[in-house]
């Protein structure tokens, strides 16, 4: 069986790959409760119809995750792995369609988590079907549906990596934005943190009394500022990555409505230095009482390879600096941010030349904002990570979420078509 075949059976599954992703965006796995039940039920009987081994992993049972295996003739194996939950909807107002819906239209299939990333999801499916009816491998092939990636894959991929469930020579992460075939990517690597949570404590009193109290959101208020300027601390970077940071900038600039001055300067600034941003704010009980406690917390981005204890110890000086007593910064940060791979090794290589014999156009190399299931693969694991998928920029997280349905059938194809082409 060749490599044209699979390709040319993936560029006829429009219809189907469009079905599978809306079936998939129907069932609610938002977060905080995550359930990926229905989800890996619905993926099981496609599998199951199509005759495709699989197994069904969880350790808790309202999160499951699923693994559709094709087994080859050789003792290489290829992994896929794209997470089921989603994030939370918001309020449907906002929706053009209803967030569960799964409307097919106008190309595209609509709803949360269709490009965050079913869409992806259903891309894998079918990918499976078509190398499970084709045969002819050299090379086995699983692809894992997992749970949890939204909150750091705790029952997904985390614990499929630390409890030695999954095992490969290479991982293809459909979480990414592939840019469709008018600007292909694929993700070498993607960020990490130093997420920052700031605590300010103070002393109660009457809301007619101020005085007599110490207001800590006023101490909160007071430090906020300081722990922003870790925005521009200058990031020390690996040289190999200079060339992949400037085409994923000048991807952004491509592909994101930057229509202000302001974005275009947050977009060249984005890898050089942390990104920063005060995500959650909570205090107080009542609007006549002091407050005696206030916290809030942070978005704080790094570059992979950059020294995410490095980055602490300047947010730690900057506390300091504010000079705010009964504040504290509590900081998670590790000896290394996110994961990147080289652009030089076998397997970048191979998938950029699958991508461009199928997308028509070579593909840029690049560094994900985000954070993705790759991360614990790797760290777990070991086994090297490249990001391709349908994700449409500008989409994800957001109020009408969609995924055009050509970018779901491209990203079958190149599932499929890497199947055969990799050669280790």
């Not at 300081?226 to 190999?240: Q, T």
């Not at 020294?307 to 504290?328: F, S």
Request: proline letters at 5%; charged letters at 25%; aromatic letters at 8%.
């Amino acid at each position: 069986m060749s490599f044209e075949k699979v390709v040319k059976e993936a560029s006829e599954t429009y219809d189907e790959v469009a079905e599978l992703c809306s079936g998939l965006t129907k069932f609610n796995s938002a977060h905080p409760d995550g359930s990926t039940v229905e989800c890996v039920s619905y993926i099981k009987k496609y599998l199951d119809k199509h005759g495709i081994e699989n197994e069904v992993h969880a350790r808790d049972p309202n999160k499951p995750n699923i693994v559709a295996k094709i087994n080859g003739s050789g003792v290489r194996t290829i992994l896929w792995a794209g997470h089921l939950d989603v994030v939370p909807e918001g309020g449907h107002d906002a929706w053009r369609f209803g967030p569960f819906s799964g409307e097919i239209a106008e190309g595209h299939v609509w709803g949360r988590g269709t490009s965050d990333m079913k869409g992806a999801c259903a891309a894998g499916m079918v990918a499976a079907r078509i190398l499970n009816e084709n045969g002819g491998l050299e090379n086995n092939v699983e692809f894992w549906f997992t749970s949890d990636e939204e909150i750091g894959g705790i029952e997904g991929a985390r614990w499929l990596a630390e409890s030695g469930r999954i095992k490969g020579e290479v991982c293809i992460i459909g979480d990414s934005l592939g840019g469709g075939t008018e600007s292909p990517g694929i993700d070498l690597g993607c960020k990490g943190g130093a997420g920052t949570r700031l605590i300010a404590r103070g002393k109660t009193a009457h809301g007619s009394t101020p005085y007599l109290g110490d207001n800590a959101i006023d101490k909160l208020l007071k430090v906020i500022p300081y722990v922003m300027k870790i925005g521009d601390f200058k990031l020390e970077l690996p040289p190999e990555l200079a060339k992949p940071i400037k085409t994923t900038i000048d991807f952004y600039k491509e592909n994101q409505d930057l229509d202000t001055p302001e974005k275009i300067k947050a977009v060249d600034r984005l890898f050089d230095y942390p990104s920063v941003t005060c995500n959650m704010f909570n205090a107080g009980i009542k609007s006549n009482v002091v407050p005696d406690f206030a916290e809030c917390v942070f978005d704080i981005r790094l570059t992979p390879g950059s020294k995410p204890l490095e980055v602490k110890a300047r947010i730690e000086e900057l506390v300091a600096e504010a000079n705010v007593p009964g504040v504290e910064a509590i900081i998670r940060a590790g000896e290394t941010a996110g994961y990147y791979e080289s652009p030089d090794s076998n397997f970048a290589k191979q998938l950029e030349t699958t991508v461009e014999k199928i997308a028509g156009k070579k593909p840029i190399f690049k560094i994900l904002t985000g954070g993705t299931d790759a991360v614990a693969i790797k760290k777990f694991t070991g086994i090297p990570c490249l990001g391709y998928g349908p994700i449409l920029g500008g989409t994800a997280h957001q109020p009408d979420e969609k995924v055009r349905i050509s970018d779901m059938v491209l990203s079958a194809k190149v599932y499929a078509g890497f199947a055969y082409a990799y050669k280790g």
